[in-house]
């Protein structure tokens, strides 16, 4: 990325990418949050929003982490940190927590990703066909499963090639999963039609957002 | 009288035979039965298919059966580049199977429920649907997934009584009651014991039935690795 354009915007930070993703889940959702940034998304989830985070170990109600001296250490989330139990929570066994997610029970799945494609294929679990660290999880059950998928991510690799793309170069998650994408630089809807942005950072034009992005995108605000 | 309690780890591991596929339950290290798999370590079995969520991280649990060289096979949903599993499975000497980890579950649940195979969307259209049976049902790819039933489970259990009755902690049940239905030869570590009738027959979780040993091992509270950087 040229100084010049780095001046021109400020890209959000992990933790404000997650915060821009709690605004827009409502009470009453069931949700579940892939490993990385969208852990942080609860941070930003108000406790009087009443939204049950479900954890694929077998975990409905997960609350915030605790302090170090309440540490429950039989009570962890997918991603191995020490977490807490709502009023209301529960545990579930590993063949139910996955029914939760296989059976359409969760209103939405954010999962963060090395692609999203224009058709709204998914790729999150190997950077290659022979990658030595394959991680699936409960990434293609989530993807296939949850009512909505949303992907939260940087908008370009590190070496600045755009993660939005046409078709993913990276193995597949899932085919057409994903309805929406956040991303440092601008929200953007899947749709029939391709990429449609809805809102940019102040500061990145249409132009700046297309550039940085692999498949075309046109912007229209929400309705 | 029925007493499933084993009064040794010798006894609680005889008769696994070399070749044996073995469900290892828990995720990360809660319910995770690490008394078991050191006692498999020492019973000496080999050439072991092993079924767990995934291929661990250091120290507890699978690295020292693989580090043992006493595994042939792993099934699991991930693993980690930087690990004992995943230096195995580079170099060749551990054969892998990855398996998404809702089907890896139902696979379980399946064999324990004698469910010899189901379809699921879950995977259609990705690397893992190569070679599978695939059909479209209600308008919707799905592939075909068998059953996935062990040999031998090891389980852990919060508690336990004499007819194998269980009861799990918060998350420790995870793995536990699927692994425990769908394994041949189901061998409970316990932190605790009940006596007979003590556990609320509306707490039980896990019914005897399923269950083959149960040892008494007052393990101790899991201990999590450094948390991965969020």
């Keep these: ?223 | 009288m029925i007493d499933k309690f084993v009064r040794s780890m010798a006894e609680a591991m005889a008769g696994i035979a070399d070749g044996s596929t073995v469900l290892i339950a828990g995720f990360a290290d809660v319910g995770q039965p690490n008394a078991l798999i050191e006692g498999l370590v020492e019973q000496g079995a080999r050439d072991l298919t092993i079924v767990m969520n995934s291929g661990g991280r250091g120290g507890t649990g699978l690295p020292k059966l693989l580090e043992a060289g006493r595994v042939r096979k792993l099934i699991c949903s991930f693993v980690r580049s930087a690990s004992v599993a995943g230096e195995l499975v580079t170099a060749g000497k551990v054969e892998l199977e990855v398996v998404p980890q809702g089907t890896l579950a139902e696979r379980i649940r399946a064999a324990g429920a004698g469910v010899p195979a189901f379809y699921t969307p879950t995977g259609a259209g990705t690397k893992i649907a190569r070679g599978k049976e695939v059909r479209e049902i209600g308008g919707r790819e799905c592939i075909l997934e068998y059953a996935l039933p062990g040999d031998v489970a090891l389980v852990e259990a919060w508690r336990a009584d004499r007819w194998g009755n269980l009861e799990f902690r918060a998350a420790g049940r995870s793995y536990n009651p699927i692994m425990a239905a769908a394994g041949r030869l189901t061998i409970v570590q316990t932190q605790h014991v009940a006596e007979l009738g003590e556990i609320e027959p509306e707490a039980v979780v896990t019914p005897g039935i399923f269950v083959h040993r149960v040892l008494h091992v007052p393990y101790g509270d899991p201990v999590m690795p450094a948390p991965a950087k969020s």
């Design chain 1, 1 to 223: 990325m040229s100084e010049s354009s780095a001046a021109a915007y400020q890209p959000l930070g992990r933790s404000a990418m997650a915060a821009r993703v709690a605004r827009d889940i409502p009470e009453g959702w069931y949700v579940n949050l892939g490993i990385g940034i969208p852990t942080l998304v609860s941070n930003h989830v108000p406790l009087s929003r009443e939204v049950v985070f479900h954890s694929e170990n077998g975990v409905i109600g997960v609350g915030p982490a605790p302090p170090p001296e309440a540490v429950n250490p039989w009570l962890i989330n997918a991603s191995s940190q020490h977490v807490t139990l709502r009023p209301g929570g529960s545990y579930i066994q590993h063949a139910d927590s996955f029914a939760v997610v296989r059976g359409g029970h969760l209103d939405l799945c954010v999962l963060g990703a090395y692609q999203v494609a224009e058709n709204g294929d998914l790729a999150n679990w190997a950077r290659s066909e022979d990658d030595t660290g394959p991680q699936i999880g409960g990434a293609m059950d989530l993807a296939v499963g949850a009512r909505r998928v949303w992907a939260v991510m940087e908008h370009t690799t590190r070496e600045g090639k755009p993660r939005l793309v046409h078709r993913c170069s990276y193995p597949l998650t899932a085919k057409a999963a994903v309805s929406r994408v956040y991303t440092n630089l601008a929200v953007l809807d899947v749709t029939p039609e391709g990429f449609v942005a809805r809102e940019m950072i102040a500061g990145l034009s249409l132009a700046g957002l297309q550039a940085r992005t692999g498949a075309p995108v046109r912007f229209e605000k929400q309705a």
